[in-house]
Structures are given as structure tokens and as C-alpha cells.
């Protein structure tokens, strides 16, 4: 039951880096005057600055995507998730453990913001399950994390340490997947049973049990080792 609960922390993973990345390009989330020149985003807006340093090309594709009238929202969304999907386990498997665990630290921190802002945990569920109980509410999540756009995140460590060209220590995987189960076994003491369960329409019975787990995963994760954590965050996002 370990590897399956395993798979789901990647799917959060991916899926909450998605949804901070892609709320920068909300058409609408931005003043038009503050759109009007490019260089005065990239310094307003470090994450993309960030995009900009990671894949160039990329960044031209999804800023002219992002503010233009021809494209929809959802266009964007499904452009930026794409891009993640296919590289931020290659990035996070070439960073550094400091920029490997600001990853960390951002998935806990996101966690809390939603459960913070609505305790039931429907908010937070509909990210992660989108079109079981109801979809996420695009505009308050941009409401919700604001203030990330004008903060250094994970990104931008991962962008400075690119021409560093790092040399990652690699851990046995047994060591890797231990620490994984040790924290398995501690929540599902913590939660019972229902911890392990998997199927989207029983977890919804529970949105706020669901989120706090996951949570509570990543809490737990961040309080090992930091070459053990980041290694585990790397082990759970394998490139594509």
C-alpha cells in the first residue's frame, strides 16, 4: 500500500506546482498597465523570470499565450501543465537538495493556505480532484496566492543553480523508500484506515481528512534529513 500512496504524493506534487505556475498567466490577474513591457514583468513577477531562465522559448510561447485575447484561460492551463508534466521531474532530479526542499517547503505552505481559508477542505480537494465533487474556483486561487507572484520560490533557486551544473549525492533506493513507509506507518496511526484509502468518490466523504493527510506527508517529509528529503522528493518526481 506504501508504493500506491506513494504514486498520489507525485500526482500532488505536480499538480500543486502546476497550479502556482499557471496563476501567473491568468488573463485578468494582472492591470493591463502592468502587462505592457515585458522586462517590467520579468522584474515584477520573479517566477517568471524564473520560466524565462529555465526554457526561454517556452517563455515567449506562454507569455504571448497569456496575454493575448485570442487565447483562453483554459488554453494557457492546459499549455503550463503540459510543460510541468514534462520537466519539473528532470529539474528537481538536477537540483541541488536546497532548491530540492524550497519544493518541499512550497507544497506544505500551499497545503495550509488552502486548509487556512477554508477549513472543510472542498476547496483544496477540488484541486486535487477536479470534477469529482466540483471544480477548483480559478479566481479565488489567484485570490488565495497573490502574494506568491511577487515571491522568490523554488523556481528561481532551480533556475540560479542551472549553471552550476550540481552533482546530485544519489541515496540507495531502499533508503529512499524506507523513509517513505516509516512516514506511511506514522499517519495511518495518525488518520487509520481510512489514510489508505484511494478512490476519489470515498476520499471526497472526507475532503478535509484528505488534504490534512497530504499535508501532514510533506510536513513529516521536510523534517528528515535534508539530503534524505530532497531525495525523496526526487525519487517521487522521476523524469519523464
Known amino acids: 500500500m506504501g508504493s500506491s500512496k506513494s504514486g498520489k504524493r507525485k500526482f500532488v506534487i505536480k499538480t500543486i506546482a502546476f497550479i502556482v505556475i499557471v496563476l501567473f498567466f491568468l488573463k485578468g490577474y494582472l492591470e493591463e498597465d502592468e502587462v505592457q513591457k515585458r522586462n517590467r514583468i520579468l522584474k515584477t513577477y520573479p517566477v517568471l523570470e524564473a520560466l524565462n531562465k529555465i526554457d526561454p522559448q517556452r517563455f515567449e510561447v506562454f507569455y504571448k499565450q497569456a496575454f493575448s485575447s485570442d487565447n483562453a484561460t483554459s488554453d494557457v492551463m ?17 537540483a541541488p537538495d536546497e532548491a530540492v526542499n524550497e519544493f518541499g517547503e512550497h507544497t506544505v505552505n500551499m497545503f495550509d493556505t488552502f486548509l487556512n481559508l477554508d477549513p472543510s477542505g472542498v476547496f483544496c480537494f477540488n484541486v486535487l480532484y477536479p470534477g469529482v465533487v466540483g471544480s477548483p474556483d480559478i479566481h479565488n486561487m489567484a485570490e488565495y496566492t497573490k502574494d506568491l507572484a511577487f515571491k522568490r520560490t523554488y523556481l528561481n533557486s532551480i533556475a540560479d543553480s542551472i549553471s ?68 525523496v522528493i526526487r525519487y517521487l518526481n522521476k523524469p519523464e
Open 164 to 231: 552550476q551544473n550540481v552533482k546530485v549525492d544519489r541515496l540507495p533506493v531502499e533508503q529512499v523508500e524506507e523513509a517513505i513507509a516509516s512516514i506511511h506507518v506514522k499517519l495511518a496511526e495518525k488518520y487509520g484506515n481510512d489514510y489508505y484509502i484511494e478512490d476519489p468518490k470515498e476520499l471526497a466523504k472526507q475532503p478535509a481528512l484528505e488534504c490534512k493527510s497530504r499535508r501532514d506527508f510533506y510536513t513529516q517529509l521536510m523534517e528528515l534529513d535534508p539530503h534524505l528529503s530532497a531525495e
Open 78 to 94: 492546459i499549455s503550463t501543465k503540459s510543460w510541468v508534466n514534462s520537466n519539473l521531474g528532470r529539474l528537481l532530479n538536477s
